[in-house]
């Protein structure tokens, strides 16, 4: 590379400069994002960034260190080198520390930049947002307003380097339509939060952003508290990813040596009923997540978690690996970086079933279909299994859809409520998380209401 | 990092396509953490962040661009990039001088960043040494401290010239204990806006231990929560999340300005119990949510938000604030440089009443006692909330008995805010971590023990 600029040449600059007895690991990403909101037929704001960074890991004798800067400038890159190898004194000595050693598995060859996203004339992203607004206000006259319609994008590119002869370098992008919506009849309000997201720009459908917003708060008026009782619980798409996302993060091999895991001690066990079947794959390029290497630059492959219910195998790192004498499931991630690599799932997929949510409501006599989960992260308790959650949703009575209820909690512990699902939908849907989602219902769980 | 002649140039710049408003804000930042993790120090690690974030406001629309470069002319590229918003037709030229001058009253201390790591390994490893040796149950204890120093100088259009320096000392633990239940856990932070030495000088490291491992150990013979509408009772400190959700959240007045608050309109009204006072008041001193100066150059204040029960005021933010010909209530606030100044809290808190703490259990027949509660969440348009519990109890004749397993509470705000029957004498604050629209920003909540006389418990004891 002859620009000395480019993040390969400042990575590559930092490895060179390893003492002996030293090695040292270099994550750094360079970023342009736009944002649009708009509000009431004017732009609210616009948002045009770049932004830079990395985040250097240094083991001297066993000792690990870490140290991190949002930018890209010379000097501030050389001290934050520095702080990271001073911040090897204050660490145990730790046998197990490492960086990932090359496997022979190659980077499978991924396209995940639309080149399109930084030609894309401002203009125009502009018009798509105030457009989102006009399509979700035309739609329904109980759709009073919409406090925010939104266009966003990304692209970016991220290398890893570490002197164990490491290298990798990715780009990828996004783009997004979004919008909240407030609907009224009556004496209720309700909300709804609608989306479009693809890597590609031209994917982004305003037409599908704004039926998700529009439908997600009209559904609910006349919602009614109800009865607490007992009853079968039919995750939406979206609710399901954001409970198998949290699921999985549990199968962090961390998780499981730190001993704060429902699955520690089940290897090879039946941990969830027969129809759950979870693959994390981050070559599976549907995945906002998908990337050729994991966060220490390993090749993604994909890792089967839980086969027909039995737990097959928990997410590895390097350093994780390396503890239980195996090698790296290439399960590293990070929060870019400005994080230390950690194993965690990324691209999370669960078997899809053989009926669409239509069909399995028509089936149920009585139940609820939850559109959305709140409080999740105050209400699951990942290390004892505790689960209460609020929740919004629709009666399922007879087979159809019934009255939408209000300040409800559904409650199970997970482990309970991976023996109880009945049914996996076919309807997988990908969704900006690190977990697909599909229909999934759940034989019985309390609901709590008056 | 920013003198009064470039900023003057800059904002020249930024304001030469006719807008009304112009802001640089140039911001150095760094942290540095510490964690202990089964008896070994990792996550040894330093944060660095500097750049400048610059605003240009033209009516309602808002041109915002950040960048790494703070030379005069990066400065004057991310101008041109934040101003490129602007509409067709060129507005009257507005004139500035940055002449107003403010400086942080807050001490900006040098930070030596070896001695914090020395020092905060030594009361770790104690930390957990106490962790451990307080119940025989306990089985994993991890924890960790950091500090953070933030300095910014902000400059706008209408004068304004800020230079503040702020900092923040925090230490959290978490405690698993196992028994035949399985596994519990008990977590406490403890985080002020101050220096690390006198973090050192007034913090109790072990009792933070303890409390953390206690909790852990006590939920082993919890039982299942009871499901359904139930008195709650809940101990000064941790309950002033339920008014940061419940109401607080509601009373940013961009939800007033959009329409999307249940108390758009409540202005003068009641719109809770009269033994309600709540308060905003970012000058509490060296609490988690407190500044000399908002983000947007203006000084924090003390805010009344509901007295004795009526609404008396929103929180306003320099946007919100212009749209209602008001003055901003010091409640504009940003994650960093990146991020677009919004209306958000600093320390809420509820006023103590005239019981006395113990009473209030005593007077409650059947309930459930709430002696932590974790975070929640809150839709600011319809009042609907959650928020989760740590330790709770049952109350059984007047009387706090069998633990209970971790649950959620779910209720509306206006509904929760009128059932409140009996407040407390007492009082204590937490800090928290607010987000909004994918900013986090350090808050401080706050309550005496108050009753709810019915609110919603989403336990799983058998229905």
Known sequence: MSNKNSLESIAQSIISSAKPKESIEVMASRSTSTQVVVYQGEVESLTQATDGGLGVRVIIDGKVGFSTVSSLDKSLVARCLQSARENTVYSTYDPYATFAEPDAIAYPAMVLLDPKIPVVPTELKVSRALELEKIVLAKDRRVTEVPQAQYSDYYGESVIASTNGIFGRSENSYAIASATTVAREGEQTHTGYGYSVSRYFDEVSLESAASDAVTRAIRLLGAKKTKSRSLTVVLEPRAASTLFALISASLSAEAIQRKRSIFVGRMGEPVASEVIDIVDDPTDVRFQSASPFDAEGLASRPVHLIEDGTLKNFLYDSYTANKDGITSTANAIRGGFSGTPSPGPKSILLKPGRRSQDEIIATIEEGVLVQSLSGVHSGINPVSGDFSVGAEGLIIRDGSLAEAVREVTISSTLQKMLLDVVEVGNDTTFLPSIAAGNTVVIGKMNLSGE | MLNKETANKVLTHALSAGANFAEIFVEDSFSSSIGLEDQRVEGVSDYASMGAGIRVVYGETTGFAHTTDLSEKGLIDAASTARSVAKVSPRSQTRIVCTEDSHTPLKSE?????????????????????????????????????????????????????????????????????????????????????????????????????????????????????????????????????????????????????????????????????????????????????????????????????????LEDYMWDANSAKSYHKETSGNGRRQSYRHLPMVRMTNTYLLPGESDPDDIVAHTEQGVYIARLTGGQVNTATGDFVFGTQEAYLIENGEITSPLRDTQLIGNGPEVLANIDMVGSDFHMIPGSCGKNGQSVPVGTGQPTLRISGITLGGTADV
């Open chain 2, 110 to 310: 040098f930070v030596d960043l070896g001695y914090f790591k020395l020092r905060a390994k030594e009361e770790l490893m104690l930390m957990d040494d106490v962790a451990r040796t307080v119940d025989r149950s306990i089985v994993q204890v991890s924890s960790s401290m950091s500090i953070s120093g933030r300095r910014f100088i902000l400059a706008n259009s209408n004068g304004r010239f800020v230079d503040q320096s702020i900092s923040r000392s925090r230490v959290a633990i978490k405690s698993v204990a196992r028994g035949d239940t399985g596994l519990q856990t008990g977590y406490e932070p403890v985080a002020y806006t101050m220096g690390f030495e006198e973090f050192l000088d007034m913090m109790d490291f072990e009792e933070l231990a303890k409390t953390a491992s206690k909790r852990a150990a006590v939920k082993l013979s919890a039982i299942p929560a009871p499901s359904g509408t139930l008195p709650v009772v809940i101990k000064k400190g941790s309950g002033g999340v339920l008014f940061h959700e419940a109401c607080g959240h509601g009373l940013e007045a961009d939800h007033i300005k959009k329409n999307t608050s249940v108390y758009t309109g409540q202005l003068g009204q009641v719109v809770a119990s009269p033994l309600v006072t709540l308060v905003d008041d970012g000058t509490v001193s060296k609490q988690w949510g407190s500044y000399a100066f908002d983000d947007e150059g203006a000084e924090g204040r003390y805010n009344v938000l509901i007295r004795d029960g009526v």
